[in-house]
Every structure is written in C-alpha cells, then in structure tokens.
C-alpha cells in the first residue's frame, strides 16, 4: 500500500498516466499530477482522485524542458512537503518509416520519452537520496524490446528507458531508492485507438492472450512496485503484454 505517501505522475492527465494515479490514490497516495497543460482530462482525473479523499494538485509541466522540471519538482516538494513515487510515464508517438522520417520527428520523441525521464529523475533524486528512500518507475515499452516497423523513434526512445532505468538503479540502490521499469504491449488507450482496424487485428493476432490490455492492468504492476514491500526489486524491466514478447 502507498498509504501516506505522495506520488508524482507525469503524462497523468489521461490513459496509463491516469489509471496509476487513481490507483495509487486508492492505496492512499496523494497525487502530483503532471502533463504539459491543462486539460478537461487533467481536471476529471484530479477530481476523480478527490473524490477518493486523497490530495492531488495539477502541474503544467513540458518534461522536455530542463528548467520547467526543476522548477516543477520545487513547486510540488513546497506544496506536499516530500515525495516518495515518481512515475515518468509521460510519451509521445510521431510514426513514420525511418526513410520518411526527418530529424526533427526523430528528436522530438527522444526529447520527451527519454529525456523526460532524465529530467524528471534528476529534479527529484536529492530528495530521495536525503530521505534514503524513494521508488521511480519509468514506463517503456515491448517496443523498446523488439522494435517496431515505423517506429525507429519511439523504440529508441523507449529502449534508453531501459538502459536509464538499469544504470540509475544501479548508482542509487545504495540510497535506498528502487527504479524499476514497466513494458506494456497493446494496451487500449488514444494513442492505440488511432490505429486501424487492420492493424489492431493483426497485433491482437500475436498477442497469445488474444485480447488488449487495459490501462488498469500497468497500473496495477506500478502499484506493486510503489510498495514497501517491493523494496528488494530494483533494475528489473516487467512486461505487460498478454504475451505478446515471450
């Protein structure tokens, strides 16, 4: 359980940033909510986690800004005190064959998907190593395991999370913080649900659960990880994928 602690999620606004956040919230964590503006879906997740009793303040956040994620993690540390959770679950997709892509569509992605994470660790990792305590949970990808046609860029990005994700683990454990990572495969979200039918069809097909995930099932793998029960598994990277990569 996360009861009493504080949580900060960054993509939260909607999909898998949002379902983490409630669940947290519904093992008692209050709730730093990030995403890069404000939105009718940041403000139906604030107040879904509200209606659970829990605190939860949204911040305007673009994670691939440096200066904007330190001055960000100032502002939630004054306003909750301390910070014990930190998901880096905030992501973008531009997809396009590698010949098609330009540079800018390739940087972009890396820019948020694993700079982000960097930025957002980094603004927060004093305050861990003080406490001598803290979980951090990037969210990768199976793509970032096996590749995907069409997205050199968010594979990329997503397999950096892994090596950012084995090395901090690694240069903290001694601080007592844990950084784990999550995969998740076809999980039904937006960002899924802009796919054609044809395409859905087909990954669905390699799936040997033969169904999507939902958002709630990486949440619930988060919420594992956020315990302080789990406090003996760090570097590892769990998929969340019906299968999909076995």
Do not use: W
């Not at 998907?113 to 949970?137: C, E, V």
């Not at 649900?193 to 619930?220: Q, Y």
């Not at 760090?234 to 990569?245: H, L, R």
């Amino acid at each position: 359980m996360s009861e009493g602690r504080t949580a900060v999620i960054t993509g939260g606004s909607r999909g898998i940033g949002a379902a983490i956040a409630n669940r947290l919230a519904r093992d008692g964590a209050d709730i730093a909510l990030i995403a890069t503006k404000d939105s009718e879906s940041a403000r139906k997740t604030v107040e879904s986690i509200r209606a659970l009793g829990r605190k939860c303040e949204f911040f305007a956040c673009n994670v691939a800004d440096e200066a904007e994620c330190s001055a960000t993690a100032g502002a939630i540390l004054e306003e909750f005190g301390s910070v014990d959770i930190l998901v880096n679950n905030a992501g973008i997709t531009n997809d396009k064959l590698m010949v098609q892509m330009k540079e800018d569509d390739f940087s972009k992605v890396l820019e948020v998907n694993l700079l982000g994470a960097y930025h957002m660790s980094k603004a927060f990792l004093r305050s861990f190593m003080r406490k001598k305590s803290g979980r951090i949970i990037n969210i990768s990808s199976v793509v970032g395991l096996m590749g995907n046609a069409g997205q050199t860029n968010y594979a990329a990005s997503k397999a950096g999370l892994i090596g950012l994700t084995k090395s901090m683990a690694k240069e903290y454990a001694a601080k007592g913080i844990t950084v784990n990572a999550i995969a998740p495969g076809y999980i039904e979200t937006a960002m899924t649900g802009a796919m054609t039918d044809g395409a859905a069809e087909k990954i669905l097909e390699s799936i040997p659960l033969k169904r999507a995930g939902s958002p709630e099932d990486v949440a619930n793998l988060a919420a594992f990880l956020a315990q302080d029960e789990t406090s003996y598994i760090t570097g590892e990277v769990i998929k969340v994928d019906g299968g999909m990569y076995i």
